[in-house]
């Protein structure tokens, strides 16, 4: 073979720099600004709108830490609401917490708040479930009569809340002020839709394994569920643990009174304890600050992952 019989190599081909747009590619689109714009001024502008509504949020919490810490005089001195003439001072909470009230109130608050979250959160979610991935006559129904509990105003049922705790004989006990709470047709609403995003793939594959509706809901459903509830819960939890009216109603007895009622006692016989009173709502508000803080990332997973984030 000689040299003219070798074949020539094909030329190598450019890519063009062209962008990808003229090149009938589309191109990326970027997301939406969740600021007021893209530049300078409008980034600037949002973050001080964003710090006013924080001050104004922040400014009755400050002067309530701040009167928690001063003397009953200074606590009612308009003239010096902001720094005491007398100094700061732990009175206020020594006095809250020897009278021995406190422990009582703050572990009656924990025990109906825990359990008002653990029969909500587990009744929530398997009516969520059930209206999410059952068919049964009267669902639709069923499902809009939950619907539409939710604009009715609790309020509007404390007379016959307070009637059937008479009548079954629960009136200052544990179970009347815990059960009426545990109706949550928000929740149920809440977590039906979030079993809604799931994948039915999910569900068909843990049918095929054998699982029942009882197998799929524990195994399946909840452990991909465990933002949701964790969020629910927090929620459920601090509702039930500031609610005020209900346990106030339900019960008479000072041994079962909630923090909330028991804070509305901190008085004498010269009125209110301003100082006592933002002592005993700092030492009531801790509790729920921890939770917060150790769950917080539950409740920004899941409005990441429910239709607040856009799926």
């Given at each position: 073979m000689t040299s003219t019989d070798v074949p020539a190599r094909p030329a190598r081909r450019t890519v063009s720099p062209l962008p990808a747009a003229r090149r009938g590619r589309p191109a990326p689109q970027r997301g939406p600004n969740l600021t007021l714009g893209a530049s300078r001024p409008a980034r600037a502008l949002a973050l001080a709108a964003l710090a006013v509504m924080a001050v104004i949020w922040l400014l009755?919490?400050?002067?309530?830490?701040?009167?928690?810490?001063?003397?009953e005089q200074d606590a009612s001195d308009p003239l010096h609401?902001?720094?005491?003439q007398g100094g700061f001072t732990l009175d206020a909470f020594r006095t809250v917490i020897e009278r021995g009230d406190l422990p009582l109130w703050m572990l009656n608050s924990f025990l109906v708040s825990a359990a008002v979250t653990v029969v909500t959160v587990v009744v929530s979610a398997m009516a969520g479930y059930a209206f999410s991935r059952t068919l049964f006559r009267g669902r639709r129904g069923l499902f809009a009569v939950t619907v539409a509990s939710i604009l009715v105003p609790p309020q509007l049922l404390i007379v016959p809340w307070f009637r059937q705790m008479l009548t079954l004989g629960l009136v200052d006990t544990y179970a009347a002020v815990i059960l009426p709470?545990?109706?949550?047709?928000?929740?149920?609403?809440?977590?039906?839709?979030?079993?809604?995003?799931?994948?039915?793939?999910l569900e068909e594959a843990a049918r095929i394994d054998g699982a029942g509706h009882v197998r799929t809901f524990c195994s399946v459903m909840l452990p991909l569920s465990r933002p949701m509830l964790a969020a629910v819960s927090i929620f459920v939890f601090i509702g039930a643990w500031n609610n005020f009216l209900w346990p106030f109603v339900s019960t008479s007895d000072p041994a079962l009174m909630t923090l909330p009622v028991g804070i509305t006692a901190v008085k004498d016989a010269y009125g209110v304890q301003y100082a006592q009173t933002m002592a005993s709502s700092v030492l009531a508000a801790l509790p729920l600050v921890l939770v917060f803080v150790f769950f917080q990332r539950h409740i920004v997973k899941?409005?990441?992952?429910?239709?607040?984030?856009g799926q």
């Open positions: 009755p919490m400050f002067w309530a830490v701040f009167t928690a810490f001063k003397s609401w902001i720094w005491p709470q545990t109706v949550a047709p928000v929740m149920v609403f809440i977590l039906k839709k979030h079993f809604d995003t799931i994948p039915r793939e899941s409005v990441a992952t429910t239709g607040l984030g």
